[in-house]
């Protein structure tokens, strides 16, 4: 499996995926140098093989593989991330968003088409703060 973390700022959730998995493809897509340049010292570092570091803002019309698994965490509005990216899924392929709020998580899901994409909001367990995986998939 091959999955792109999306904005991965200080490698959450991406480099914890290429840790736990070290046999699946991870491509870490980062547009701040210096976040990129932390991400690949902890890459080498921990010579994890199996995690690319992407250096660059990505655009909906990019040369990016389609991929299994595509995650984010306070990356940006899902509309977005599904614009961004609909160049880079297969028919199989999964979004897997960290997201806060189920309030605002609804308010963003009006915005996308129920008839090309189906999703689930998970509640996770955090005392602290409410907190939600969103997994979106290609309606058949």
């Given at each position: 499996?091959?999955?792109?973390?999306?904005g991965s700022g200080g490698g959450f959730p991406g480099m914890?995926?290429?840790?736990?998995?070290?046999?699946?493809?991870?491509y870490l897509v980062e547009s701040?140098?210096?976040?990129?340049?932390?991400?690949?010292?902890?890459?080498?570092t921990l010579e994890l093989n199996n995690i690319e570091v992407i250096n660059k803002t990505l655009i909906q019309k990019n040369n990016?593989?389609?991929?299994?698994y595509i995650t984010t965490r306070a990356f940006a509005n899902i509309k977005k991330t599904l614009n961004i990216t609909k160049n880079n899924i297969h028919k199989r392929s999964k979004y897997l968003l960290l997201k806060g709020k189920k309030e605002k998580i609804t308010e963003e899901l009006v915005?996308?088409?129920t008839n090309k994409?189906?999703?689930?909001?998970?509640?996770?367990?955090?005392?602290?703060y409410e907190r939600h995986l969103l997994e979106i998939k290609k309606s058949e």
């Open positions: 499996k091959n999955v792109m973390d999306l914890v995926i290429g840790i736990t998995k070290p046999k699946n493809k991870i701040s140098r210096k976040k990129a340049y932390f991400l690949k010292n902890t890459i080498n990016l593989d389609s991929f299994d915005t996308i088409d994409y189906k999703y689930e909001i998970i509640k996770l367990e955090n005392k602290k």
